[in-house]
């Protein structure tokens, strides 16, 4: 089983970029795909990006399109979800995950429930 523990976040200014980070624990991480979910107040949990697991692959919801990016180094056993443009709309608690099974490939990954390993979350607001 994977542990993962999340760093960063926080507050910023419409416009402005943030980086959260995702360290693993396991043997298995380099064998899985990496999950990026968020949740805002009153809203349900929601796919943000994925990675594959050996990095090369990446998918993301059209509303991140073009200002976020997710990234992972297998040798640190990191992750990472670097967010650019930042607007209001994008404040929530955003999750790391990681996929139960290994090499899977991404188009079944948009569903918080394929993933068995999450981080504790981070909060990022973006203030107007």
């Known amino acids: 089983q994977v542990q993962l523990v999340q760093s960063g976040g926080g507050l910023v200014q419409v416009g402005g970029s943030l980086r959260v980070s995702c360290a693993a624990s396991?043997?298995?991480?380099?064998?899985?795909?990496m999950g990026w979910f968020r949740q805002a107040p009153d809203k349900e949990r929601e796919f943000v990006a994925v990675?594959?697991?050996?990095?090369?692959?990446?998918s993301y919801a059209d509303f991140v399109k073009g200002r976020f990016t997710v990234s992972r180094d297998n040798a640190k056993n990191m992750g990472y979800l670097q967010m650019d443009s930042l607007k209001p709309d994008d404040t929530a608690v955003y999750y790391c995950?990681?996929?139960?099974?290994?090499?899977?490939?991404?188009?079944?990954?948009?569903?918080?429930?394929?993933?068995?390993?999450w981080g504790q979350g981070t909060q990022v607001t973006v203030s107007s």
């Open positions: 396991g043997r298995t991480f380099s064998t899985k795909a």
């Open positions: 990675i594959n697991w050996s990095g090369d692959s990446r």
């Open positions: 995950a990681v996929d139960r099974y290994p090499f899977r490939p991404l188009l079944q990954l948009t569903r918080d429930a394929e993933f068995g390993s």
